[in-house]
């Protein structure tokens, strides 16, 4: 943390959880580059509150999610969380929910927020994407997320297995409001995808909820697809959405694939969102296979932690983070599109050269 004689009123304090893996070479640059960027603008410096979470965790704690984290959190308004590899903890922690998921529910993070956008100077599949994912994150047909207690998906008999989607009317509408404004924030546009062919009483209320909730934004214009012809459509004419709302298993699949159709799993960001906190958290995972090598892209880290600051400086009337986050989007893209990219790209930096020609654009006057 940052000393008593530098923390003002408007100082900002975040929280901060290396996670596994290439966690714990991407999220010191994030850290790093959000500390250049708030000086770069004038703001107070970040008070950093660094949490225990992961494998680490697990050997100081006992467990991947110390209650010590959970109860700092409690008293944050944001954070950044590193990728966590919860396939390879012990056995007794793998059938938990993941660390990730612990949080997301506990601060009841309703709104994955999933931009996808082609880079200047990267090839990618459809070059005119530009599109934002909002993804419902508490219910829907994930049955590990849905169920205040015992989990969703059950085996009444070893060669029985059963999974419940659940559906709220309010949760569908909350997640709308989200994606309805901030389609007023972009090109007025927005998709709700659904398979109300099919699953008709569960995504058909996701649809009808969603479409109560356009009649009082009358000025964006709203479509709606079936999630198997989303997938082809985004393939075929990616570049022609904006904003794209969907329940929580759809808006996982569909965006890992937004993303790789514009660029790198490296360079996927999001965050996850409630009226009053929010989580910067890279789409990627924690990349075991390249782990340590100096090889990982910190770009989705790097831009999750800029809407992070432009989710705050929005809540907040706050200009300066708005003017941070845009600060670091800008270095990143940049950076990318001046040549220096890490493997994932087609380029040939580390990780640290990467960050130094990142850092270098965040300070430049
Ligand atoms: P999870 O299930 O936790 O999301 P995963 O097993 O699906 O994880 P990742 O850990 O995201 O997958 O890795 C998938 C592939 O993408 C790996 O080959 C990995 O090296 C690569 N990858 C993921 N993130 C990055 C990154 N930031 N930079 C470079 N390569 C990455």
Redesign the pocket.
Known sequence: MTGASAITSSTLRLGLMHGD??GHE?VPVARQIVDAAMSAVHAPPVDWVELPLGREAIETHGTPIPDKTLVALEQLPGWILG?????SYPSEFRGQL?PGGVIRKKFELFANIRPAFAFEGVKAVVPTMDLVIVRENTEGLYADRNMAVGSGEFMPTPDLALAVGVFTRSACERIARTAFTLATRRRNHVTIVHKANVLTLTTGLFRDACLSVATEFSHVVVDDQHVDAMAALLVRRGGDFDVVVTENMFGDILSDLTGELSG????APSINASETKVMAQ?????????AGKN???????LLSSAMMLDWLGESRGDSGLTLAASRITNAVRGTIAAGTA???LGGLAS?SQFAEAVYARTVRR
Request: hydrophobic residues 40%; glycine residues 10%.
């Open positions: 893996g290439i991407i990728p966590h590899d919860s396939a993941t790198s799993l490296g360079s890279a789409a990627h995972g924690a990349a075991p296979d390249i090889r990982a892209n910190p770009t989705a880290l890490t493997a994932d990780t």
